[in-house]
């Protein structure tokens, strides 16, 4: 690396194409850019001989490897591809994933006959050619997944345990994790409470929910120890998973561990139920009065309390730290003042233990309550009792400084300020402000990779695989790449992925890449907050009225600048546009003959999405806090979060009780981009804390929608 100045850089001219920018998570390519790279796969792909279709044989005769390539995807996944002999050999020789096309041909053929030892062979091999790429790894990970039910069936399961074993990245994938459970517990005649217990507590965290082969290890589990079943139901209903929820109720019902009329109307009916035993609540059975008590959190808030009170004395140590931490979580989030009484009642262990189905977001929420009622001596003992990897997160000790300063303690609090040095972060600014440090990431001194160093990325067989797979909208398989790629990397190395991203216009990828390094060496300011689209962005953010900073903000966080993306939940765009928004948008301006996939446009995404935040602006105080976590929350969650506030609140406080965890991050790192934009163009805030500001709970406020 070579010390450098900051320039000017070329992003600042270059239009950037739609198609050549990767996604940002799990985005998916804009369907407009789908349809003119294809042809009606649909149509070919029901036919059971496609590879005799005359437009077939022509199409795959071209010379477009992108198109060929998504079409022999969607035959992947429509289990199709084993109707076309070698598939690869309709790609050019260097085509980066024609080894992919292999790889699901290869695939294909093992589902189809997993007994077949000639294709196990084949498949090993391509393995060990590709024995340094992420391909193998993927290709390893999917043959467990094909293999593990006919190796359970086959007494095979070494083999399993084997492949397993080769895996890097992929060892505690959720299915590979619960498959060797089910196999283990299926043939193990006893299983003890404690092991049974520890299974159920790994297979209840979310990242398992909706998993069909940790669904089988609960219902094994439940068959061979009961008395895990009652425990489990607790945890599925907190989930909302109420139809699982359902089948362990059947259970407990047909094993006669719970009195089945009673038990199926507290469930099914719990208001119902309530209701008829309001009354003589205390004489119902205990396990069902604590399955109404979960059920009625999420239906009739004051009858969950009544019927968790009609408890007392009757619950054991751990029942009685989850139930009243449960209605203390509930209580929190939906910013009740009386959150903090509730987390009282379930004592110094509340939220933890087996029945407790999210014990970090409990103990989270009971900070958030005493940070909202501004009692610090209980902030400040409530994030000490955190598990330390808990206390140790960047809001947490910010917020235990911050609790230690009111209560007199000064010096303690800079020893936890000073823990949080990166000042790109949202907390990282405040505590830097707060210990009398510039909140600001520093463009001096900065490093760059050498010509030779980026031109050498070029080389690379992982970054430009993964390019590859950004430039036909395969963005989450594009991901896997580029981690894996640049995961042995150090910072030198890295940089150099990252400016070679940014000379591709992967800028995803050159954020994303550069913000490891800027943990170790100060890099170009532009490489981490580059503005793209600049004549447009200032166009259009000065015919709104709006801040160019706050949208360039927003941009870097909604999508890194990834014109052609669409997010899961179907936003489109540089700033992820639902369609809905972007109709009544356009009805608004009066554009008549609007089409859906206009929105990819990039005027138009841009146009619409400045329109929309002067609306949020309009209807939300002119607040850029609440207008930020309108445009991700929608502006009545947003009015009805700041009506209910007791006081005049700091900003700050205000941001880290926002109830979604998405649209809190979300804010937090909007705000801390503007900061950082603001910066690149030599405006001078000179305090992020004043920046903040205030958020009054009697500011007028609106949620009427007028552009």
Known sequence: MQSKSISSRFLKSVKLSMCVLGAVFLCTLAPSTLAATSFNTTKILKSSQPQNNAEVIEFLAGDDDKAKLLFFREAFEKQKIHLFEKPQQYFEENYPLKDYVQAWSLLAQVRSEPQNNQLQKELQRFIEQHKNDYIA??????????????????????????????????????????????????????????????????????????????????????????????????????????????????????????????????????????????????????????????????????????????????????????????????????????????????????????????????????????????????????????????????????????????????????????????VRTFYGKLAHEALGQSFYYSGNETVEATPEAIEAMGNNPGLLRAKAFYDVGMFYEGNLEWQWAIRTMNPAQLLAASQWGEKHSLLHRAINTAIKVAEHYPVEHELLYPRPFEDEIETYAKKAKVDTDWVFGLIRQESRFIAAAQSNVGANGLMQIMPATAKWIAKGLGIENFKSEDIYEIDTNIYFGTTYLRSLLDRLDNNIILATAGYNAGPNRASRWQRSLPNVTEAAVFIETIPFTETRNYVQNVLANTVEYAHGQNKTIKSFKDWLGVIDPEADTSTEEKI
């Open 137 to 422: 790894e993927r290709v390893k990970t999917d043959r467990i997944l094909i293999m593990a039910p006919y190796w359970d069936q086959n007494r095979q399961w070494t083999r399993f345990k084997s492949a397993r074993s080769q895996l890097q990245w992929n060892h505690s994938e959720p299915s590979i994790m619960c498959w060797d459970l089910f196999h283990r517990f299926r043939n193990q005649k006893n299983i003890s409470k404690t092991v049974a217990h520890d299974a159920l507590t790994l297979i209840n965290s979310p990242r398992y929910k909706g998993n069909a082969v940790c669904r089988k290890v609960s219902d094994i589990l439940i068959n061979k120890v009961p008395s895990t079943a009652f425990t489990r139901l607790v945890i599925l209903i907190q989930q909302g998973r109420i139809s699982e929820g359902k089948q362990v109720l059947n259970t407990l019902i047909k094993k006669k561990r719970l009195p089945a009329q009673a038990a199926r109307l507290a469930f099914n009916n719990p208001s119902r139920w309530y209701r008829i035993n309001r009354n003589k609540l205390s004489k119902q059975n205990k396990h069902v009065r604590i399955i109404a008590a979960y059920r009625l959190t999420s239906v009739h808030f004051d009858w969950a309390v009544k019927t968790a009170d009609s408890l007392q004395g009757k619950l054991n140590k751990q029942e009685k730290s989850a139930l009243w931490g449960r209605l203390g979580y509930v209580a929190a989030i939906g910013h009740d003042p009386k959150a903090l009484k509730w987390f009282e009642k379930g004592g110094p262990t509340v939220c933890t233990g087996p029945y407790s189905a999210l014990p970090n977001d409990c103990l989270e929420w009971r900070a958030r309550a005493a940070l909202r009622a501004q009692q610090w001596k209980t902030l400040n003992r409530y994030i000490a009792s955190m598990p330390a990897s808990l206390a140790k997160q960047d809001n947490w000790t910010y917020w235990r400084g911050r609790a230690l300063t009111q209560i007199g303690q000064k010096e303690s609090a800079q020893t936890y300020w000073q823990q949080l040095r990166s």
